[in-house]
């Protein structure tokens, strides 16, 4: 018997209109937990580095986390992975909702998505009948309207849908998966959908899933449960709202948003509307978010309510959570009520809420400089806001300057020249990043935003704070019931942290530190997209209820696995690695890892290479961030250490000592 995951994966090829019910090895959860983790080893096994992203060879993975479905508080995460047309890299996403325990009821891990149908298709998975059904009639058709026609068809109401809109159907790079409340939406994964020809995913499932040591997890469960109560009850004091709490984060609860207006960056990433935040906007704010958010909602068994109702006299009904109420009000430079009108518009469209209104401010910035001209831009009207909405009617369709734009800011800026590439700034690795510009390098933050395999840095950061807290009265108070910590230095770290002003070098207290609280964040995370847990209740937040010291034994109950800290913290970063040895097969390489320019004011470039020198090294890697042949082999990843030899990415049989590639390495 299989403990917390079903131990089967369904996999579709719909280039035959074959599926099949395929057991898995127990050995892989063993090895990777389950999750971003299993779907990464079968991306590698079964994806080469020559297929493309719109290729039927290339895969679409929907991966249930391992501890989804079970009584375990806040898991519910689906991990979508694939290959990014944006980014040519790994993509992956976590979608929240209850579409991933609704699929280990129906008694799948997984499902793998091969081939491309030669019609519009969604796939209808009901326990032990599956079908792969006609879409023709939702040709065209939003993402939440989709899925509400699907429950109606089938006739059955609990069913969950995953469904992509126009953008996906028409290939946007940066096209999303919705599933009502969440999505999966970075990297452009509801492109490849689209490029499947899948419109959605409906599953209802009605069976049980196994747990090795019951009454062990409930107790577990129920301590989980009384810290977040605890901790919604005493929130963290001289940190922003958002990180205050607990949550994913509560956005929809919150108005307060002076730090998010005062520090992000506005338009295409390039202003700051600094001092923007007075008590007159507040108040403003506040009344419009009262009105528009209807009631607060819950992904599958959460407490925590970080999602919304939207109501909107111009729109249906349609739910929201985490920054998209801020995205397009900043990225036009204007208020929250236009905020929650667009963006509901383009969740049924079906395109990401980061890089979206980025691609539209990056149009009009062109607009303004003269690169793009009347003729390029026929018909756009002349107020900001109805230009974001023609925009976005452009790119969803591919029509006139959208078929450029509905590349994203990188590729469209090469496609449209002229000086544009000057303007596509807010990108690390072809990828729209949140918008922000600060006036000092933060070391910690140059690490993740550079070297995350997500690239996408709220799926990064977490555990340690965003920066020093003002008082030293509020580092010890911070610390003195900080349990969570992986090793008491950490509570030193924050104690010896003091903020500076901005002609000084930015200080902690070694280079070796900073690649310690980076690799304890960096494995939360991985921690979280193994086993479905959320991030609101453990790796993006100060002081969380699951954490490195009580995961192990939850898993342990949950999965009937032997498995301590140190076999935890292995996993993670077998995970991180495998991920890394992706994309390096598929060309990433140093010169990829910087943030844009203009992030910080001040910058660094020693002691920006020296960090990634010696980042590298802790993480096993050269100094092409390649995983070295030893690092490889201590994570019993050595059948990938010889696909990279073989392929001349590493170059000896143990390692890379000097850190060179061949140019084309990973494209042979």
């Known amino acids: 018997m299989r403990y917390a995951e079903t131990g089967y994966n369904l996999e ?44 039927p060879d290339n895969l679409l993975i929907f991966g249930a986390g391992l501890l989804c479905g079970t009584p375990a508080v806040g898991a ?20 929240g909702g209850f579409f991933a325990p609704e699929l280990k009821h129906a008694g799948y891990d997984k499902v793998i998505i091969r081939g491309r149908s030669p019609d519009l298709v969604y796939l209808w998975i009901n326990n032990d009948r599956v079908e792969i059904r006609d879409a023709g009639h939702l040709r065209g058709k939003g993402s939440l309207e989709t899925a509400e026609i699907i429950r109606q068809e089938l006739n059955e109401p609990n069913a969950q849908v995953a469904a992509i809109g126009l953008a996906g159907e028409n290939r946007v790079y940066y096209a999303s998966i919705e599933h009502g409340r969440s999505s999966a939406s970075r990297g452009g994964i509801g492109a490849v959908m ?16 196994n747990i090795a040591r019951p009454a062990r997890f409930i107790e577990l469960c129920n301590e989980v449960l009384k810290y977040i109560q605890f901790r919604q009850e005493n929130p963290v004091k001289g940190v922003p709202p958002i990180l205050a709490v607990l949550g994913s984060p509560q956005e929809m609860a919150i108005h307060d948003e002076e730090w998010h207006t005062n520090n992000f960056a506005w338009g295409n990433a390039r202003y700051r509307r600094k001092d923007f935040w007075t008590r007159e906007v507040e108040e403003k704010w506040k009344e419009v978010q009262s009105k528009a958010v209807e009631r607060l909602i819950s992904c599958y068994n959460c407490p925590l309510k970080c999602g919304g109702i939207i109501s909107h006299p111009q729109l249906k009904r349609y739910m929201m959570k985490c920054y998209s109420k801020l995205t397009y009000t900043m990225a036009a430079m204007s208020d929250l009520e236009f905020g929650f009108k667009i963006a509901g518009l383009a969740q049924e469209y ?50 006139g300057i959208g078929d450029v734009l509905a590349n994203g800011t990188y590729w469209a800026a090469r496609q449209i020249g002229r000086g544009a590439e000057a303007y596509a700034h807010n990108t690390i690795k072809k990828h729209e990043q949140l918008p922000l510009k600060l006036g000092m390098l933060n070391p910690i933050y140059f690490l993740m935003y550079s070297t995350g395999e997500k690239i996408n840095i709220t799926q990064i950061e977490g555990q340690f704070p965003q920066a020093p807290f003002a008082t030293r009265e509020l580092r010890e108070e911070f610390v003195k019931d900080w349990f969570q910590v992986p090793d008491e230095r950490f ?47 453990s790796s993006f937040h100060l002081k969380p209820p699951y954490h490195i010291h009580n995961l192990p034994d939850i898993i342990s109950a949950a999965a009937g696995i032997d498995l301590d800290r140190e076999g935890l913290s292995l996993a ?17 390489r140093r010169k990829d890892e910087r943030p844009p320019e203009n992030h910080w004011k001040k910058r660094f470039p020693e002691l920006e290479a020296r960090l990634l020198d010696e980042y590298y090294k802790f993480k096993g890697f050269n100094k092409e961030g390649i995983p070295t042949r030893e690092s490889l082999l201590e994570l019993g990843l050595d059948y990938v250490g010889e696909d990279l030899l073989r392929r001349g990415i590493l170059t000896d049989g143990k390692s890379d000592p000097a850190g060179e590639a061949p140019a084309e390495a990973g494209k042979k």
């Not at 499947?196 to 409906?202: D, M, N, Q």
């Open 76 to 95: 519910n995460r689906t991990i979508v992975s694939t290959f990014s047309p944006q980014t040519l890299l790994m993509a992956y996403s976590m979608m």
């Open 12 to 55: 579709v090829d719909l280039s035959r209109g074959n599926i099949e019910r395929v057991e898995t090895d127990p050995r892989l959860t063993e090895l990777h937990i389950g999750g971003l983790g299993t779907n990464a080893k079968i991306l590698w096994d079964r994806v080469p580095p020559e297929v493309e992203p719109f290729s």
């Open 350 to 399: 079906g395109v990401d809420g980061y890089s979206t209104p980025q691609v539209m401010a990056f149009a009009l910035e062109l607009y303004e400089a003269g690169i793009l001209t009347d003729r390029d831009l026929a018909g756009m009207p002349s107020d900001t806001e109805g230009r974001f909405f023609w925009l976005l009617e452009r790119i969803v369709r591919r029509e």
């Open 572 to 588: 993670a970063r077998r995970n991180r690695t495998l991920i890394r040895a992706i994309n390096v097969r598929r060309g990433l």
């Open 194 to 209: 689209g490029d499947k020809r899948l419109k959605a995913i409906a599953v209802r499932g009605t069976k049980d899933v």
């Open 491 to 537: 509570k030193q770290y924050v104690l010896d942290w003091e903020p500076r002003g901005e002609r000084s070098i930015p200080y902690y207290p070694t280079i070796e530190a900073t690649c310690e609280i980076v690799d304890w964040q960096e494995k939360m995370h991985y921690i979280d997209d193994a086993t479905g847990i959320c991030a609101g209740v």
